[in-house]
């Protein structure tokens, strides 16, 4: 079975110019979550979706940042325009949704896209 | 504020020697969920070992065992027998009530030939 894929694995851009991030969860996975690493700092949530709706986007840093999940498939995240704060890593994580009687489900980690500002 | 704390940024341990790794973590929780992710040079996170908070006994999963102290909120990670493969940065963890993960900084872990 495949696991979380994400592309590009690297983005090196300029200030101001616009990146999209992909992530392809894990076939079957209802729920999908964004995460992101800044230098030096903890992984931080960015947001959750489930299925086609965004369920918790409180960790999402300004309007800058765009996700989307047409079809509860796959997901963008897009910047624009980008900034020197915004670099980082950016993970995927997917996970299977059981509803509100089951919680603690694990989340399976894509590679993560290294996206570096300059 | 929910945190989990690393304190050890870096650590390097001979191969087939035991490795401890600590984590502490803060919440007025009663009911969570603990993980320990690695992430080897280059490649996926993927989960090493998780623990339910409202289980007393340890989780254990072949070299790898964690002691989970929920009083003292402390979760360290066993990792006996050390390999060259367990060479990897390693995250602990905690799953709050709305399903979202908090990480610690990491544990850059070195396992020496």
């Known amino acids: 079975e495949a696991g979380v894929t994400q592309f590009p694995s690297h983005s090196v851009i300029e200030k101001g110019q616009t990146v999209t991030l992909r992530c392809d969860p894990i076939s079957g996975h209802d729920n999908l979550y964004w995460y992101r690493r800044v230098m030096g700092k903890e992984i931080k949530f960015l947001l959750h979706f489930v299925k086609e709706s965004k369920q918790d986007e409180s960790g999402m840093p300004n309007n800058r940042f765009l996700a989307e999940r047409t079809g509860g498939t796959y997901s963008t995240l897009k910047v624009q325009p980008a900034e020197l704060e915004d670099s980082g890593v950016y993970f995927c994580?997917?996970?299977?949704?059981?509803?509100?009687?089951?919680?603690?489900?694990?989340?399976?980690f894509g590679p993560g896209t290294r996206l570096l500002v300059l | 504020a929910q945190t989990v704390t690393q304190s050890q940024p870096e650590m390097s341990v001979q191969e087939a020697e035991t490795v401890t790794l600590s984590c502490t973590y803060d919440t007025s929780e009663n009911n969570y969920y603990l993980f320990w992710y690695k992430q080897p040079p280059s490649r996926q996170m993927i989960l090493v070992i998780r623990q339910e908070a409202y289980k007393q006994q340890n989780a254990t999963e072949n070299r790898f065992s964690v002691n989970f102290q929920k009083a003292a909120k402390s979760f360290s990670l066993k990792i006996s027998d050390s390999q060259l493969g367990d060479t990897a940065m390693y995250f602990c963890?905690?799953?709050?009530?709305?399903?979202?993960?908090?990480f610690g900084k990491g544990t850059r872990l070195h396992i020496l030939p």
């Open positions: 963890a905690f799953m709050n009530r709305d399903d979202k993960i908090i």
């Open positions: 994580a997917s996970s299977q949704d059981f509803g509100a009687s089951r919680r603690g489900v694990t989340q399976y």
